[in-house]
């Protein structure tokens, strides 16, 4: 069965501009999470939806950064006016029902988001 | 918020040593996973402990968590040249929430 995709795979923006990035999840998955990693660092932890509702997104640095997943399947992760210091490589994870089911997490292989 | 912390950052190996590398938490954990990354991929799921002092092994890898649910170690024996990567600890941020805290991650390196 497909794994967890994500697309693009590289995003080369400028300062400034508008972003989506795309994840699409294993089938049947609830849960879905987004995550951030910077050069040398593990994943940081954005948000987290339990079906079409965003559970958790404590993990979202600033309001310019919001996420969406309005059928309970694809999401999107929306960067407004980026800055350089959002250049990372953006994970997205799906799990079969969250936490109470074991928890293991399938990881999608990221977007490299550059911004110039 | 909770943290993980690992050590050691950086690991070289003789191809053939062992391999251990330690999470420490000052909260007690509710669980606590371990992922692998390989150089330019995405983390991939090991194993999940749950009970105090429960040990899991996998083949050469042996995972262990303490007694008082706040550490926990990989140790991996006679490595491979496949085991080169990143191995990262990981545990569900406080509050019931389902956001996995990740630890900074120890990086093997091995040396054929």
């Known amino acids: 069965g497909a794994g967890v995709s994500q697309t693009p795979s590289n995003k080369v923006t400028e300062k400034g501009k508008y972003v989506e990035l795309r994840c699409d999840p294993i089938?049947?998955?609830?849960?879905l999470y987004w995550y951030r990693q910077s050069l040398g660092q593990g994943p940081e932890f954005l948000i987290y939806?339990?079906?079409?509702?965003?559970?958790?997104d404590s993990g979202l640095p600033n309001d310019r950064f919001f996420a969406v997943r309005p059928e309970g399947s694809v999401s999107t992760l929306k960067i407004q006016r980026t800055e350089r210091g959002d250049s990372a490589v953006y994970l997205c994870?799906?799990?079969?029902?969250?936490?109470?089911?074991?928890?293991?997490?399938?990881f999608g292989p990221g977007t490299r988001l550059t911004v110039t | 918020g909770q943290q993980v912390m690992q050590i050691p950052q950086y690991q070289h190996v003789q191809e053939g040593e062992d391999f251990t590398t330690y999470c420490n938490s000052s909260?007690?954990?509710?669980?606590i996973q371990w992922y692998k990354q390989r150089p330019g991929g995405h983390p991939v799921f090991l194993i999940q402990?749950?009970?105090?002092?429960e040990v899991k092994k996998q083949k050469r890898l042996t995972f262990q968590f303490g007694e008082a649910k706040k550490n926990s170690s990989l140790h991996i024996t006679a490595t491979q040249t496949t085991d080169v990567g990143t191995y990262f600890c990981?545990?569900?941020?406080?509050?019931?929430?389902?956001?996995?805290?990740f630890g900074k991650g120890t990086h093997l390196i091995i040396q054929p």
């Open positions: 402990l749950v009970k105090s002092g």
């Open positions: 089938s049947g998955h609830t849960a």
């Open positions: 909260t007690t954990l509710s669980n």
């Open positions: 939806f339990q079906g079409t509702g965003a559970a958790d």
């Open positions: 994870a799906s799990s079969l029902n969250g936490r109470d089911n074991g928890g293991e997490q399938y």
């Open positions: 990981a545990a569900f941020s406080g509050g019931g929430a389902d956001g996995l805290t």
